[in-house]
């Protein structure tokens, strides 16, 4: 099993920065993927980014592309969220996610196999 952690949520002003960690422990695999996803209140779990085990390839939701970047080190079996120009749609509740065995960034969460609690993130405006 693979313990996903997230970390660094919080309050910020719209047009803000917030840096989300993820830190994976357990039985810790090599050749995973790895994505962030959102969830806000009386909505589905909607895709953020993904990045491949290797970092080379990464993947955004049209809705963070310019303003998200996803990151990860792999010696820290860390994986990061920048987010810049927050505004109050990005208020939600914010879930690091893992696919092992694959090097492919997928968007889809049925596609994932770990999955972390969760980090608030709130947006005022």
């Known amino acids: 099993q693979v313990q996903l952690v997230e970390s660094g949520g919080g309050l910020v002003q719209a047009g803000g920065s917030l840096r989300l960690s993820c830190v994976a422990s357990?039985?810790?695999?090599?050749?995973?993927?790895a994505a962030w996803f959102r969830q806000a209140p009386g909505k589905e779990r909607e895709f953020v980014a993904a990045?491949?085990?290797?970092?080379?390839?990464?993947v955004y939701a049209d809705s963070v592309k310019g303003r998200f970047a996803i990151s990860r080190n792999i010696a820290r079996n860390t994986v990061y969220l920048q987010m810049n120009s927050l505004n109050a749609e990005d208020t939600a509740v914010y879930y690091c996610?893992?696919?092992?065995?694959?090097?492919?960034?997928?968007?889809?969460?049925?596609?994932?196999?770990?999955w972390g609690k969760g980090t608030q993130v709130t947006v005022s405006s």
């Open positions: 996610a893992a696919k092992s065995g694959t090097n492919s960034p997928r968007t889809r969460t049925y596609e994932y196999d770990y």
């Open positions: 990045i491949s085990w290797i970092g080379v390839s990464t």
């Open positions: 357990g039985r810790t695999v090599s050749g995973y993927a």
